[in-house]
């Protein structure tokens, strides 16, 4: 996928990817043929392997460079909800809505089913509270998009890719 956050995303440092096919034949890629979008490319739907990536990074200097990444590490600690497992920002941002505040808004932050819950950090993650199975995050996946689409008339989409 095209991941991303703080104004950056894998279209501004991707160079070339190297991947297998389902025929087990190797290809080459340049940044265009990746089909990048919000949270797409063309591994989102193809039975791609990546092999390898290129990434072309800006020259800086090590001290600035260590003052960015801790910058950016607190923000996620101070926004996001570290203190329990998950799969990451589990729902993408909507077209004209930030996905989080409609679940906020909707009351859901909190919300359990079995081990799982809608953090009550950050209303954009799921997270494990210590004996979440699978079933219980995809039921509450479910709840959370039906109580949002009720109360907002908004469908909310996964950022997360479930595999089965």
Known sequence: MNAGAYGKEMKDVVLETKYMDS???THNIDLAKHEFSYRKSIFSTQNYIILETTLKLKKGKKE??????????NLRKEKQPY???SAGS???????????????????????IGGAMVSDKHAG???NTGNATFQDVLDLIEYVKNIVYEKTCKQIELEIEIVN
């Open 83 to 85: 203190d329990y497992p």
């Open 23 to 25: 025929k087990g034949e």
């Open 64 to 73: 600035e460079i260590q003052a960015k990444m801790q910058e950016y590490q």
């Open 125 to 127: 993650f799921i997270v």
């Open 90 to 112: 589990t729902f993408k941002r909507g077209k004209d809505f930030i996905t989080a505040e409609l679940i906020d808004k909707c009351g859901l932050k909190g919300k359990k």
